[in-house]
């Protein structure tokens, strides 16, 4: 990976999977209404996209973790952080992945029609899932930048 303050490019990596999966995920959540079934492929296609920025988001958040991890107390707040982060990429790039296969090649490309709508339900209960995991790990990255100033440029924390 090419060389690039971590503090800089981080946050963009990060919010913009945050934005990506919930927007991807409400379409494919419309698409069941009968005349926005074309948001089906471009919720897939979003949530793709998420899950390719969302790598990358992952790389720079363990460069991350290396230059907080040292100044923060509390160090289990920043494992939970990051273990709710992989856990969300897994289950997005599962979901997205699956989507893609199941919706853009079967359903699109290949034409076929007597494929069934429930698999397209349980994905959504997948990134619904997903999204529930995103939510939890973005809440400990905010406590993490405003409660253990881990976002603050030397600033070290009096632990107790």
């Known amino acids: 990976m090419p060389e690039i303050a971590v503090e800089h490019i981080h946050p963009l990596l990060v919010h913009f999977p945050l934005a990506l ?11 069941f209404l009968p ?4 948001l089906r492929l471009s ?8 899950c390719g920025i969302g790598y990358l988001a992952l790389e720079y958040g363990e460069k991350a973790a290396k230059i907080v991890g040292p100044i923060i107390c509390d160090n289990q707040l920043l494992i939970e952080h990051n273990d709710q982060a992989h856990t969300t990429f897994i289950i997005m790039t599962v ?3 699956v989507t893609f296969l199941y919706e853009g090649v079967l359903r699109n490309l290949l034409k076929l029609a007597t494929i069934p ?4 339900v ?11 995991f995103l939510v939890s790990s973005a809440h400990k ?6 409660f253990e100033a881990a976002a ?4 070290q924390k009096t632990c107790p």
């Not at 995920?25 to 698409?31: A, K, P, Q, R, V």
């Not at 005349?35 to 074309?38: S, T, Y």
């Not at 919720?43 to 998420?50: A, P």
């Not at 709508?117 to 397209?120: A, D, F, S």
């Open 21 to 31: 999966w919930p927007v991807a995920t409400l379409f494919l959540l419309l698409s």
């Open 35 to 38: 005349r926005l079934e074309g």
């Open 43 to 50: 919720s897939t296609l979003m949530g793709l996209l998420g």
């Open 95 to 97: 979901v997205w992945g």
């Open 117 to 120: 709508k429930w698999p397209t």
């Open 122 to 132: 349980v994905l959504l209960f997948g990134a619904l899932l997903g999204c529930v």
């Open 141 to 146: 990255g905010f406590q993490l930048t405003y």
């Open 152 to 155: 603050v440029r030397g600033v």
